[in-house]
């Protein structure tokens, strides 16, 4: 069955930029209602404010940190008491952290990096699913990445917690078969955002990009709405680096070869997000500052 957006409800997690805000835009354009989702309420209060502008309905700002446990049953519940109901759930807040296994290991940052990235969707989708499945309507899509499939040094911790959320969207899709609930899985490559020009400062980042296509979030967020009325499983973005997925030894083998070289001595922890360490703000601001 077609999931139709005009005249229902979706929560967006992240949407206080980068691709979670241009889908935030996008949905609103396609007559969604919204419940939008990040720690910086400014940003989000913007986002609100231009999605009005445009003509859209008036969005619920429901400010929250989800790498703290407990924060995303509680959004989950705040949002169906704002919006009434929940029928599309776009899990895309996440973060990064730079820094080797021996350096980062079971660290805070490490836990913190995990709740948002992996244990935050879980949580959201055990809060929200139950009430889409009453109404056998709706829809969960999981952001993922291709980091999910390579690793690289210094970003392990990362492409763990996409690899875990991976696993979790697909096995979600098998647990609700039998449901007319529907699971979009996007691996997003390199997109341009703060997340990416974080990732450009870390030890090899920019070795690995450079061979890579770039994406760009107002292409990705049209890719997001057509897969959910055509009911799309998963997709890759940029389309041309779909083969990672398919090939994951290959990518794996290439992935290391390109990063033949890196320091990987380094011994520094480089938290990303818009809370995340020095470098990680001043590429991020570098990013949102450009012309
Ligand atoms: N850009 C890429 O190349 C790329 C590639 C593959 C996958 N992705 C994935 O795409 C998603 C969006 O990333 P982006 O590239 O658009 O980066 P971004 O601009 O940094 O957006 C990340 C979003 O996540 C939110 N977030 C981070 N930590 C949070 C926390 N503790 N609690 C609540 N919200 C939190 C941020 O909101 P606040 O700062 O307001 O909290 C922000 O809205 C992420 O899941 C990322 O892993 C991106």
Same mark, same amino acid.
């Given at each position: 069955?077609?999931i139709?957006?005009?005249?229902?409800?979706?929560l967006?997690?992240?949407?206080?930029?980068?691709?979670?805000?241009?889908?935030?835009?996008?949905?609103?354009?396609?007559?969604?209602g919204?419940?939008?989702?990040?720690?910086?309420?400014?940003?989000?209060?913007s986002?609100?404010?231009?999605?009005?502008?445009a003509g859209?309905?008036?969005?619920?700002?429901?400010?929250?940190?989800?790498?703290?446990r407990?924060e995303?049953?509680r959004?989950?519940?705040?949002?169906?008491?704002?919006?009434?109901?929940?029928?599309?759930?776009?899990?895309?807040?996440?973060v990064?952290?730079?820094?080797?296994?021996?350096?980062?290991?079971?660290?805070?940052?490490?836990?913190?990096?995990?709740?948002t990235?992996?244990?935050?969707?879980?949580?959201?989708?055990?809060?929200?699913?139950?009430?889409?499945?009453?109404r056998?309507?709706g829809?969960?899509?999981?952001?993922?990445?291709?980091?999910?499939?390579?690793?690289?040094?210094?970003?392990?911790?990362?492409?763990?917690?996409?690899?875990?959320l991976?696993?979790?969207?697909?096995?979600?899709r098998?647990?609700? +078969?039998?449901? /007319?609930?529907?699971?979009?899985?996007? *691996?997003? @490559?390199?997109?341009?955002? &703060?997340? $990416? =020009?974080?990732?450009?400062?870390?030890p090899g980042?920019?070795?690995?990009?450079?061979?890579?296509?770039?994406?760009?979030?107002e292409?990705?967020?049209?890719?997001?709405?057509?897969?959910?009325?055509?009911?799309?499983r998963a997709f890759?973005?940029?389309?041309?680096?779909?083969?990672?997925?398919?090939?994951p030894?290959?990518?794996?083998?290439?992935?290391?070869?390109?990063? +033949?070289?890196? /320091?990987?001595s380094?011994?520094r922890k *480089?938290? @990303?997000?818009?809370?995340? &360490?020095? $470098? =990680?703000?001043?590429?991020?601001?570098?990013?949102?500052n450009r012309?």
């Amino acid at each position: 069955m077609k999931i139709e957006l005009k005249g229902n409800k979706a929560l967006v997690t992240g949407a206080s930029s980068g691709i979670g805000r241009a889908l935030a835009k996008s949905l609103a354009r396609a007559g969604m209602g919204l419940a939008i989702s990040g720690r910086r309420k400014d940003a989000l209060d913007s986002l609100a404010k231009e999605i009005v502008d445009a003509g859209g309905e008036a969005p619920v700002v429901l400010t929250a940190d989800l790498s703290q446990r407990g924060e995303a049953e509680r959004l989950g519940a705040r949002a169906i008491e704002a919006l009434g109901r929940v029928d599309v759930l776009v899990n895309n807040a996440g973060v990064g952290i730079g820094g080797s296994q021996v350096v980062v290991a079971d660290d805070d940052e490490a836990r913190t990096l995990f709740e948002t990235n992996y244990w935050s969707p879980l949580a959201l989708t055990r809060a929200l699913v139950p009430g889409m499945r009453h109404r056998n309507r709706g829809a969960i899509v999981n952001i993922s990445s291709i980091g999910s499939v390579t690793p690289m040094p210094l970003a392990g911790h990362y492409s763990s917690s996409k690899a875990a959320l991976s696993l979790a969207t697909e096995t979600l899709r098998m647990e609700l +078969r039998d449901t /007319d609930l529907h699971v979009l899985h996007v *691996l997003p @490559g390199p997109v341009e955002t &703060g997340m $990416l =020009a974080e990732f450009k400062v870390v030890p090899g980042g920019e070795k690995v990009l450079a061979s890579m296509p770039r994406g760009n979030v107002e292409t990705l967020a049209k890719k997001i709405i057509r897969g959910l009325e055509k009911r799309t499983r998963a997709f890759v973005y940029p389309g041309s680096l779909a083969i990672v997925r398919h090939l994951p030894t290959i990518a794996v083998r290439a992935t290391a070869i390109a990063t +033949r070289g890196v /320091d990987v001595s380094d011994q520094r922890k *480089l938290m @990303g997000g818009s809370s995340g &360490g020095e $470098l =990680a703000l001043k590429a991020r601001a570098a990013f949102e500052n450009r012309a």
